[in-house]
DNA sequence: TTGTATGCGTTATCAG
DNA sequence: CTGATAACGCATACAA
């Protein structure tokens, strides 16, 4: 690999010419700076970012780390950052959470070794005190997606999971079910509390009662199983909410294999908007979640940070509700 | 941030001597080095990884660039590469290849210009040409998942597609179909077209004839297009061969619209066994794709590769038939 | 067993 | 406009 001195010999100036024509900072006449391209592409120069990091203490780069690679909502998610920070000049680096609180700090905190300009974090359980102390303790900026931390409200990219739970089942309600159950996320998941207690209070709202719920873990198959377990327990429902779309697909196939018709029978309610939604059979109804404008608003605040702007609390993003064909207006009790 | 010269007067000595208990590396005296880990302790010291590298030019990373986000199946890349790598003290960096030869490219550069130690690439469209040169030419080893490149055989790791495809089709024909049409993958796609002629060359085996191709871009939509177009063009055919399980699925969605029911009045088989094959209705046949077994051998070859080891080509990898409800045996000529 | 000096490839501060 | 030279933070050969 070619570097700066080799440049400078060829082209017969100093290292700190070179490198002023590198940044253009500073005047160079036109002519060596001529000289100095010619060398650089004759011997395919590049900086070294290592040193130029070193140097510069400034890396160009933005570390993002998700809590763990599954699903179309992650992959949106990755790709719009990704995006989203390479027209702002950085590079995205990506690393996984591995699901665990733990691992998602010791991924940031590799992240930072690594001198990355700032880090993103997308995560699902890592409690709000952890998150606060990373933020206050952290040399660089942290921005995290999916959780609200006290006194860093401008760091935090935030989905209005609650309310967005109520939206789906005054959904179902307006069709005329007041028998839902509900297969919910993880327990120890904030948001995944937040969707079952926006579920619940609607319920209660409405002076509905609950009947039934069952913890998952977001995979299709524990929305199956759990949905085994709803029937066996033998409540009557002719609804149920699933605090995702996988879930929602998994409960599917379970009442399909005992026999029972969605929506004729019973509806189905999912959330997030997984892109199979529309092709299932039946299609989907769900809640469309804005992760691309998410993940664009949290690489922003970012920059912003970055500049030393001073940034403010962005408003919590909001669900809108996708109607297909899992739910359906009651037709008769159950 | 606390450098190792903070830990140096904080502890009363070299720096030498503390870069040496920091990598084991020379005779320490036991009390000497207590204090040194004392004084790292007490500051919080972590060693900059930018400098660290920069001096031994070697950066404990391997770069991965994917060629997009998308689907099941990269997730499970992602997740394996990541792990594996962890496992061998190295950390992964991952880059969106941008579905374009060219922007894969660009991720390669940057991670190269990030002093990655290895690069591994998996993508769907870069020409072999265009492989073969940046092996030549990269300073660090590259490997590719998913495209053999002459000349640099063990450095490839790829699926036996044609096989894969071969057994699917016959699997069709043991179930009496002799009428398959097929929604192929991308037309520019070397994978894609293997896929195609294992199809092919199954059928002329067996005297078959070709009834209906059409190209879809792996995505679910593209799939129901085909499958819609296939219909329109009112040609007969009892089976279908999906070149993935996302147009698979969109295949069936369309049939259903279309009040053909699956498999009863037409078979449909998928590749690369989606997660959630098992839950859709009808549940999904499907190719198995050993991606796990492939990310695990990518990263394996690319430290052999570093340790100065000799590699050998590894053998092509193979799938299995994931045999469900979606392929069933011809009951009525259609 | 420990310290000194030098280098890794850049940037940046001064002089000239 | 250009060239020395000192950082940046760490590793390492060589002395002591």
């Given at each position: 690999m070619a570097t700066i001195n080799d440049v400078c010999k060829l082209a017969g100036v100093s290292k700190a010419t070179v490198s002023r024509v590198l940044n253009n900072t500073g005047q160079v006449k036109k002519s060596t700076a001529d000289a100095v391209y010619q060398a650089i592409n004759t011997l395919g120069y590049k900086p070294n970012s290592l040193a130029r990091a070193l140097a510069t203490?400034?890396?160009?780069t933005l570390g993002l780390v998700v809590s763990a690679f599954e699903g179309a909502y992650f992959s949106s998610l990755m790709r719009k950052a990704s995006e989203t920070s390479a027209n702002d000049g950085k590079q995205l680096l990506i690393m996984d959470g591995g699901h665990s609180p733990q691992s998602e700090e010791k991924a940031i905190h590799s992240l930072v070794e690594r001198k990355v300009d700032a880090v993103i974090l997308y995560t699902r359980k890592m409690p709000a005190e952890k998150l606060k102390t990373l933020m206050e303790s952290l040399p660089v900026p942290l921005i995290v997606i999916n959780q609200m931390v006290e006194g860093f409200e401008p760091r935090c990219i935030c989905f209005d999971q609650y309310q967005a739970a109520c939206n789906a089942t005054e959904f179902l309600i307006a069709k005329g079910h007041n028998k839902i159950a509900c297969i919910s996320g993880p327990e120890n998941s904030v948001n995944s509390s937040l969707r079952l207690q926006g579920f619940k209070d609607t319920l209660a709202k409405h002076h509905l009662p609950l009947c039934g719920i069952y913890h998952g873990n977001y995979y299709t198959q524990s929305g199956y199983h759990a949905c085994q377990a709803l029937l066996d327990s033998n409540q009557p429902f002719s609804a149920l909410f699933a605090a995702n779309d996988s879930m929602a697909m998994g409960a599917i196939r379970a009442l399909h294999e005992a026999?029972?018709?969605?929506?004729?029978?019973i509806s189905v309610m999912g959330f997030d908007n997984d892109p199979a939604g529309p092709f299932l059979i039946p299609s989907l109804s769900s809640i469309m979640l804005p992760v691309d404008a998410m993940a664009q608003t949290a690489i922003e605040q970012a920059m912003r940070l970055l500049k030393g702007d001073k940034i403010s609390e962005v408003d919590l993003f909001s669900g809108s509700l996708i109607v297909r064909e899992s739910v359906d207006q009651l037709k008769k009790p159950r």
């Open positions: 203490n400034c890396t160009n026999g029972i018709n969605v929506p004729e029978e």
